[in-house]
């Protein structure tokens, strides 16, 4: 079994930076890509800023040059630092995980951190 599990939510006044976390556990070999979402209410959930195994990066256009993505391979955690957030930025922020485990690999999905970004 793989655990995922998101923190470092909450509110945040416009212009302010928070940094999330997600943590993967469990059996895992070796973790392909780390992914971002975010869905808003009412809204589709979309995919904000990914990391692939080699270490290419995505972002959506709407958070680059303010949201960096980064993994510490060694403790299977990954990173989104929001910078400079806009009311916009207000959704519930979910972390998926690719990993790669003794009976295949799949996504697993964290619960998910609300992020409120204030006017």
């Known amino acids: 079994q793989v655990q995922v599990v998101e923190s470092g939510g909450g509110l945040v006044q416009a212009g302010g930076s928070l940094r999330l976390s997600c943590a993967a556990s469990?059996?895992?070999?070796?973790?392909?890509?780390m992914d971002w979402y975010r869905q808003a209410p009412g809204k589709q959930r979309e995919s904000v800023a990914v990391?692939?195994?080699?270490?290419?990066?995505n972002y959506a256009d709407s958070v680059k040059g303010r949201f960096t993505i980064s993994r510490d391979n060694a403790k299977n955690t990954g990173y989104l630092q929001m910078n400079s957030l806009k009311p916009e930025d207000t959704a519930v922020y979910y972390c998926n995980v690719v990993v790669k485990t003794t009976w295949g690999q799949r996504g697993y999905w964290g619960q998910g951190t609300q992020v409120t970004v204030s006017s």
């Open positions: 990391i692939i195994g080699g270490g290419a990066i």
């Open positions: 469990g059996s895992i070999l070796s973790i392909n890509a």
